[in-house]
């Protein structure tokens, strides 16, 4: 079957609520929870394609329920309307639907592609480029309480085969702790381990230039996001460490500002509105000298995690890691679900993304 022209016979949206392994604590909060969407596509011959985006209102201003109306009430009719006549033209048609709204837009975008890819009867990576490689090194996210549970957490997922392992720093009053508290975590680390470190916006100028006074140069991989958002003057005066913009990141456009003050981007697709975007800005950090790592949202399942996996096959290099959360789940939704090895995530296999999630759980965990 070919692919395109795709028409879309039904737009299924499920918003999920699923309970973490562990809490993670950030130092804007602390999750429980994963709060979900997953949209499912259908053509009218039956064939399905899938897509999620997680709820991550500091980054895209979207909550769950908006996500789910917003998926409904404007991406369904838009989606429905009219077919696709190739994979370029859904980005412009979820944009003419409503505006902004970039992780509702991601879920939708996915699951079409997802769809075209099966209908072709091939993995998503291989219909959208060459394939590079079937597995990444996956990255170990820690938020920890305490410095006694990161270093354990740490350890532990060395143990298991992770290469790349990111502590969320913040947490404590004084920003010099975090610098003392990951001088020990390298020591028992070593100096093999790929270690970052992310604030999540966490401080102020002034507190960023004492943690990194704090820390000897070369102790960190990178440091994500010590600042807020919209501060790149105070980005641009600290020195010591390389910088990884996340939270800062918006859009395309944004990428070029960052010259000559970051080392890379975290990629996240929910950011962009979808994967064509992500990898768009991919091709356009590397063209700026610039790194990028991929990243799911805390806590996506399989199916976000899966459609990170294709992207990541198609990228020159993923020495910075891709992070996948659907492990920090007590339950994933789909059955396989992406298999984590020895510190690796591997590329599902089949057409598609690889992975379809199990009804019963969806409806288990409908928020």
């Not at 440091?223 to 005066?237: F, H």
């Not at 890379?264 to 800005?281: D, E, H, M, R, V």
């Not at 020895?342 to 999630?357: K, S, T």
């Amino acid at each position: 079957m070919m692919p395109w022209p795709l028409s879309i016979a039904a737009i299924h949206v499920w918003p999920l609520r699923i309970p973490l392994r562990v809490p993670l604590h950030l130092a804007s909060e602390t999750i429980t929870h994963a709060e979900t969407l997953l949209i499912e596509a259908r053509d009218a011959e039956g064939l399905c394609g899938w897509g999620e985006a997680s709820a991550a209102p500091t980054m895209t201003g979207e909550v769950l329920p908006g996500m789910a109306e917003v998926a409904r009430r404007y991406l369904a009719p838009a989606l429905i309307a009219a077919p696709f006549s190739e994979a370029a033209a859904i980005t412009p048609r979820l944009d003419r639907a409503i505006r902004g709204n970039h992780g509702a837009k991601c879920a939708a975008e996915a699951a079409l592609l997802d769809l075209a890819a099966r209908r072709a009867g091939l993995p998503l990576c291989e219909m959208l480029g060459t394939r590079q490689r079937d597995s990444v090194p996956a990255i170990a996210m820690i938020g920890g309480a305490t410095e006694h549970a990161v270093q354990e957490a740490a350890l532990a997922a060395q143990a298991q085969g992770f290469r790349h392992i990111k502590v969320k720093l913040g947490l404590q009053p004084d920003p010099r702790e975090d610098a003392a508290m990951l001088r020990r975590l390298r020591a028992a680390l070593g100096p093999s381990a790929h270690l970052s470190g992310d604030a999540n916006m966490a401080w102020s100028r002034d507190a960023a230039r004492l943690f990194l006074e704090a820390l000897p140069e070369g102790m960190l991989n990178y440091l994500e996001q010590p600042l807020a958002d919209d501060d790149r003057a105070g980005l641009a005066g600290l020195m010591g460490c390389p910088i990884c913009i996340d939270e800062g990141l918006h859009a395309l456009s944004d990428i070029p500002a960052y010259r000559g003050i970051a080392a890379g981007f975290g990629l996240k697709s929910i950011k962009l509105g979808g994967l064509l975007p992500t990898l768009a800005a991919d091709a356009l950090a590397r063209a700026e000298g610039m790194r990028t790592t991929l990243a799911c949202k805390i806590a996506e399942t399989s199916v976000g995690a899966a459609a990170a996996l294709h992207i990541a096959a198609l990228l020159p290099d993923v020495e910075w890691g891709v992070s996948v959360t659907q492990a920090m789940l007590t339950e994933d939704v789909a059955l396989p679900g992406v298999k984590l090895e020895a510190g690796r995530a591997w590329l599902p296999q089949g057409p598609g993304i690889g992975v379809v999630p199990d009804p019963a759980r969806l409806s288990a965990y409908q928020a």
